[in-house]
């Protein structure tokens, strides 16, 4: 069993920066893919971007790829998602998740999730 637990999320200004942490437990964490995703009210769930395991190469959704970053510890089961020039629209929950098997953009494809982490981007 994988658990994920995510924090840093808070009220941001517009055009501000914000770091978010996905810390993951378990005795049998061996993940693929470490991946991000968020939702916002009334829309679907939205992937980000992924790091794969296995040599930490990166990508990243059109809409975020340059704002941006996903990192992680090198060594702890910690993920990053920095975020840069935020805007009123990247307000949301903000979700890691995980997969043994699949490195995907399909939400359905990941069998642990986060509790998730709120984001809000106002002036």
């Known amino acids: 069993q994988v658990q994920l637990a995510e924090s840093g999320g808070k009220l941001v200004q517009i055009g501000g920066s914000l770091r978010l942490s996905c810390e993951a437990s378990?005795?049998?964490?061996?993940?693929?893919?470490m991946s991000w995703f968020r939702q916002a009210p009334g829309k679907e769930r939205e992937f980000l971007g992924y790091?794969?395991?296995?040599?930490?190469?990166?990508y990243y959704a059109d809409s975020v790829e340059g704002r941006f970053t996903i990192s992680r510890h090198n060594t702890e089961n910690t993920v990053y998602l920095q975020m840069n020039s935020l805007k009123p629209e990247d307000t949301a929950v903000y979700y890691c998740a995980t997969s043994s098997r699949f490195i995907s953009p399909m939400a359905a494809k990941y069998e642990y999730w986060g509790q998730g982490t709120q984001v809000t981007v106002s002036s």
């Open positions: 790091i794969r395991w296995f040599d930490g190469a990166t």
């Open positions: 378990g005795r049998t964490f061996r993940p693929a893919a």
